[in-house]
């Protein structure tokens, strides 16, 4: 059973442009989680998904970022018209439920750089 | 969700038991505690989860007084590959939804 897969691990973007991160979560696990990571500090919960639907947005910037994560293929964060402070590893995590003492499974993270 | 304070950094030796304290004196009936692991360049990985007294697996151990305001890590004989950096959480431990403070660095030296 492969763990939580993302990609690109590392993307690079020129100011302006758009970046596509991709997740795909463990076999069986219907909820993903998107982090982000900006260097030298914590991990910011940014959204919450199960198939086809957005569950808790609470922790995403209101402008030129979204996600989705569709019946079919992996969970996509999308941030579009990319600045330096987009620059941050984004971690995706998948869990099967959201019973209690459920564990949540990250990803290795994929690596933006913007320039 | 809880507020945790933890120390932000420690070093310790190889061989060293490490005991790693986090304060959360908000903490509510339905939450449990949680301490993730994370590498450089890695994704958190989970250590262990207790709700009281003491939880122990084949990596570590977790105290939790009775009044549950605090928890203490403990991490027998560490090792150069236990450097990493270790978050304290504290919530209903729903799924992924995690709130993940500044977490502790710890830095093991030969």
């Known amino acids: 059973n492969a763990g939580v897969m993302q990609n690109p691990r590392h993307l690079v973007r020129r100011r302006g442009q758009e970046a596509r991160l991709r997740c795909s979560p463990m076999?069986?696990?219907?909820?993903v989680y998107w982090y982000r990571q900006l260097p030298e500090e914590g991990l910011k919960f940014m959204v919450y998904?199960?198939?086809?639907?957005?569950?808790?947005e609470s922790g995403m910037p209101k402008e030129r970022f979204s996600a989705e994560f569709p019946k079919e293929g992996p969970s996509i964060l999308r941030i579009q018209q990319v600045v330096r402070g987009d620059s941050a590893a984004y971690f995706c995590?998948?869990?099967?439920?959201?019973?209690?003492?459920?564990?949540?499974?990250f990803g290795q993270g994929t690596r933006l750089t913007v320039v | 969700l809880a507020k945790t304070t933890q120390p932000i950094s420690m070093d310790s030796y190889e061989g060293q038991e490490v005991n790693i304290t986090c304060s959360h004196n908000?903490?509510?009936?339905?939450?449990?505690i949680t301490w993730y692991q994370q590498f450089p360049s890695q994704g958190p990985r989970f250590i262990i989860q207790?709700?009281?007294t003491k939880v122990t697996n084949e990596v570590a151990s977790l105290f939790i007084p009775a009044d549950r305001k605090s928890s203490t890590l403990s991490l027998p004989r560490v090792s150069l590959s236990d450097t990493a950096v270790y978050y304290c959480?504290?919530?209903?431990?729903?799924?992924?939804?995690?709130?993940f403070g500044q977490g502790t660095e710890l830095s093991v030296k030969p």
């Open positions: 995590a998948s869990s099967p439920s959201t019973d209690p003492n459920t564990e949540a499974f």
């Open positions: 076999k069986g696990h219907s909820h």
């Open positions: 998904l199960q198939k086809e639907n957005i569950i808790d």
């Open positions: 908000n903490i509510a009936t339905n939450d449990y």
């Open positions: 207790g709700y009281k």
């Open positions: 959480l504290v919530g209903p431990n729903q799924g992924g939804k995690l709130i």
